[in-house]
């Protein structure tokens, strides 16, 4: 299945330098499961996605961290995922175990994200972000990125780039343990 939104919420991530190379992917529910980006894609080329069923059944080639997904599915009713590596966001992970935005639209929209632990592809990675996203429609895997729920891929884009604005000002203002530019 080929689904035309995946290539352009995935040029937009490029474009934003949410992403870089052939790292992140994303996903959206369906009948019966949800369906993903596949291992190693480039999310701003077109590809043929992946079915997760209900029952936790990957299709072969699906995305490495396609456990995440299914758990964030299980735990939530987001109807779509975006899992991105926004440096900001990364480099924040390693000096918070939560980021409390101070910039208006990130206080309004996502007023506290989860920083959780867990090496990717992980099932400890897997419960720890499905914890985290019933609490805050965006959480960062330490060292790792973020993964962000929406209603549709759109929404969980524009959610990424909001975490990522929001932990630039925190580091633009000195909030990076007084490092800043």
């Not at 949800?34 to 072969?60: M, N, R």
């Not at 790792?144 to 990522?164: D, P, Q, R």
Request: charged share 20%; hydrophobic share 35%.
């Amino acid at each position: 299945m080929q689904n035309k939104e995946f290539e352009i919420i995935g040029k937009r991530l490029f474009t934003e330098g949410l992403v870089g190379g052939n790292f992140g992917n994303m996903s959206i529910r369906s009948k019966n499961g949800f369906y993903v980006t596949p291992s190693g894609s480039y999310l701003d080329e077109p590809c043929d996605l992946k079915f997760v069923s209900d029952d936790g059944k990957p299709e072969s080639g699906s995305s490495s961290e396609w456990r995440v997904h299914y758990k964030a599915y299980s735990m939530t009713d987001a109807s779509a995922i975006v899992h991105a590596h926004p440096a900001m966001s990364v480099a924040a992970s390693f000096y918070f175990d939560e980021i409390v935005p101070i910039d208006s639209e990130g206080k309004m929209l996502c007023p506290i994200i989860p920083v959780v632990s867990g090496e990717p592809g992980t099932d400890k990675l897997a419960e720890n972000i499905g914890l985290a996203l019933k609490k805050s429609p965006v959480a960062i895997a330490r060292g790792h990125g973020t993964f962000v729920t929406g209603n549709s891929l759109k929404e969980a884009y524009l959610m990424t780039s909001i975490a990522e604005h929001a932990c630039k000002i925190i580091y633009l203002t000195g909030g990076f343990g007084g490092r800043s530019l």
